[in-house]
């Protein structure tokens, strides 16, 4: 588009596409956001995918030096809780040139994650977690920069991590609605582009954008207004007309509109969403996490019928609390996890669409080094994994610590201070999404204070 000037077509366009969350949002921030829409980059589809781990996810048994000498220092540092050697064999990597030559394994359970890996379709970003700016070890022990608030707590990292605004729980915005404000305009139907799969959450909520829920069998539909109600169908469709009627008070009238917005939505996506048996792959039984993926890749099929170009979406797995058990309940969580992003990749490659998505993982924090005989405890910095035919898979970014107490990252008790900050991860997102450079400070306000902005496992 020559210039900086919109077409009067363009501006109603992106304009009518700004205008599902209302007659109640602010002209003013409708306005804001049709110039920051116009800045932003098209051309095909492109979605991602942010897996949640809540608890907080022990990284160090997740991911785990190999070598035999590092491998001692873990194996030393949490004799209680580590993993033999002998069972990493199968998972073992290679040795990673980007790590100085370190080899690493994966958990044991985490065979198709390995096999991804080895395909180069599948990387590990180490150490990451929220920051306000780098920050040493005796920055952080004499509190001379600013720190994320309410480091260590549940509730607050969570928001913290989705929200990544200096605000801890009670956030408003997350960073993947902000990204959704954005791009919303090139989506013919704005109300898809973030869509969550696992509930209300903070990390898709966005100026503009309000998510979408789904189930995992897909469109949530509002109980009563269609069929019979009461056995009578009479009754069902004066039901509708009752909750989308207008109103001359106001917020009565937007509910309605809001209502109304949602019936149409949930038609079109029941309508147009294909069966789970549209995959040859089968979902993995009784993985709920892969049943939430299930409706992502259908929704990702269904893209032409709803409009979609660009999309944000959220889905998790619980039960990482392991402050005690943790050598039981790891194999699960992990052979959950491993089941259900190979079975998200595998129907991805059936619909040719594995390089137009990306999955990352996330969390509360990592967690101790320390065992605390059973179990670890809360910490901060974590390894994560980062999925999509775009990855440029096979490595490890970042700078993977040594696992050892006394270290420059050691905080306490083996809690690692994060060497890459939430921002620069979100970054690379924002801008492989598409959002505009000069926009992406919009996304992630603190990422002025980072060099590099961009990781370079994307492309």
């Known amino acids: 588009m020559p210039g900086s000037r919109l077409s009067r077509r363009e501006f109603l366009k992106r304009a009518s596409a700004l205008s599902f969350t209302g007659t109640a949002a602010p002209f003013a921030l ?25 608890g907080g996810n022990d990284h160090t048994n997740t991911i785990i030096p190999y070598d035999q000498t590092e491998y001692d220092e873990y194996f030393n540092s949490r004799p209680d809780i580590s993993i033999m050697r002998d069972a990493l064999a199968a998972t073992a990597t290679s040795p990673v040139a980007s790590q100085g030559g370190r080899s690493f394994a994966f958990h044991p359970s985490l065979t198709s994650l390995k096999s991804l890996y080895d395909s180069a ?13 780098h920050t040493t070890k005796t920055q952080y022990k ?53 869509v969550s799969a696992a509930g209300n959450t903070v990390f898709l909520s966005g100026e503009n954008v309000l998510h979408y829920q789904v189930s995992t069998s897909g469109a949530i539909n509002i109980h009563g207004i269609s069929g019979s109600l009461f056995g009578s169908s009479s009754a069902s469709s004066l039901c509708q007309q009752l909750i ?20 149409d939505s949930n038609a079109l996506l029941s309508s147009s969403l294909p069966p789970a048996s549209q995959f ?30 660009r999309q944000v979406f959220f889905v998790s797995q619980g039960g990482f609390d392991n402050h005690d058990y943790l050598p039981d309940r790891r194999g699960g969580l992990m052979q959950t996890l491993d089941e259900a992003i190979g079975a998200f990749y595998s129907w991805l490659q059936e619909m040719s669409m594995e390089s137009n998505v990306a999955l990352f993982t996330a969390s509360d924090f990592g967690r101790t ?43 306490r008790q083996g809690n690692l201070l994060p060497s890459t900050s939430v921002d620069q991860y979100a970054a690379t997102f924002a801008r492989w999404l598409g ?16 060099s590099p902005r961009y990781l370079d496992f994307l492309v």
Not at 247 to 259: C, K, P, Q, R, Y
Not at 435 to 450: C, E, G, K, R
Request: aromatic residues 8%; charged residues 10%; contains cysteine.
């Open 121 to 133: 379709k599948l990387a590990v970003v180490a150490n990451v977690g929220p920051l306000i700016e």
């Open 244 to 263: 989308t009627r207008y109103s001359a008070h106001l917020f009565e009238d937007e509910l309605g509109n809001v209502t109304s917005r949602s019936i």
């Open 30 to 54: 409708n306005l804001a956001s049709i110039g920051a829409a116009s800045a932003q980059v098209a051309g095909g589809y492109r979605a991602v995918v942010c897996l949640f781990l809540f």
């Open 280 to 309: 040859m792959t089968p979902i993995p039984s009784g993985n709920r996490l892969a049943s939430q993926l299930n409706v992502v890749a259908r929704m990702i099929f269904a893209r032409g019928s709803l409009g979609t170009n």
């Open 369 to 411: 080094l320390t065992s605390n005989g059973d179990g670890s405890d809360h910490g901060w910095g974590a390894h994560h994994f980062v999925l999509g035919g775009a990855v440029q898979g096979g490595d490890i970014y970042g700078t993977f610590p040594q696992v050892a107490f006394g270290t420059p990252e050691d905080v």
């Open 142 to 194: 004499n509190k001379s920069v600013p720190l994320p608030p309410k480091l260590f707590s549940h509730n607050d990292q969570q928001s913290v991590w989705q929200a990544n605004t200096a605000v801890g729980e009670g956030a408003r915005l997350g960073w993947g609605g902000r990204m959704g404000d954005l791009l919303a305009a090139q989506n013919g139907l704005p109300i898809f582009t973030a």
């Open 435 to 450: 959002v505009a450079d000069s926009s992406v400070p919009d996304v992630l306000p603190n990422i002025v204070n980072f």
